[in-house]
């Protein structure tokens, strides 16, 4: 398990860079899938029909699980080389979790034991060593969109989107991080 920081629990939806939507109300602070049990900001979506700016769909961004932690399940290998050195991979192929989407990984790091720099370093009770390594995430997940959304006003006489435009919608995520210790 991996505990997820308290950075990662929410984000902005005004930082999304959003074209179609814009954020109804005045709270763009939404909650990722680890954050608060709270529900998200709300959207809309609008659009020029026959002259007048239309409302076609608004909803909420999903709310959090308020689960802390992810399973962080992985082929983990390390190879022993000369001069107390090590090099690792970490690896899990694409996973189809549920109904949520999925996911993978992809690691590699090295490890150097300094005891043998250090002046009186073979006696010490304990081993230093330095450390480093870069993991790729990508997560991705459908969205339950339907045509069905949009708000039914009677003054909206068209909607510009046919079904189609709602099918096949996807989030992905792909994060990058190093660790240095």
């Known amino acids: 398990m991996a505990i997820v920081p308290d950075a990662a629990k929410s984000f902005n939806v005004n930082e999304l860079g959003l074209q179609k939507l814009e954020l109804e109300g005045n709270n763009p602070i939404s909650p990722t899938i680890n954050g608060a049990e709270e529900t998200g900001s709300l959207l809309a979506a609008y659009e020029e029909i026959n002259g007048s700016r239309q409302k076609l769909l608004e909803f909420n961004m999903p709310e959090g699980s308020g689960f802390s932690y992810v399973p962080a399940p992985m082929?983990?290998?390390?190879?022993?080389?000369?001069?107390?050195?090590?090099?690792?991979?970490?690896?899990?192929?694409?996973?189809?979790?549920?109904?949520?989407?999925?996911?993978?990984?992809?690691?590699?790091?090295?490890?150097?034991?300094?005891?043998?720099?250090?002046?009186?370093?073979?006696?010490l009770p304990v081993n230093l060593s330095v450390m480093f390594g870069y993991t790729n995430m990508e997560v991705g997940s459908d969205l339950d969109l339907a045509a069905d959304?949009?708000?039914?006003?009677?003054?909206?006489?068209?909607?510009?989107?046919?079904?189609?435009?709602?099918?096949?919608?996807?989030?992905e995520m792909n994060t990058d991080s190093w660790t240095i210790n």
């Open 149 to 171: 959304d949009v708000i039914q006003d009677p003054n909206n006489t068209e909607n510009p989107y046919n079904a189609s435009k709602w099918e096949g919608q996807t989030v």
């Open 75 to 123: 082929i983990k290998a390390g190879v022993g080389l000369i001069k107390d050195t090590e090099v690792m991979l970490r690896y899990t192929p694409k996973t189809k979790i549920g109904d949520f989407g999925n996911f993978n990984l992809f690691g590699v790091g090295a490890k150097h034991g300094i005891n043998q720099w250090l002046p009186g370093g073979k006696m």
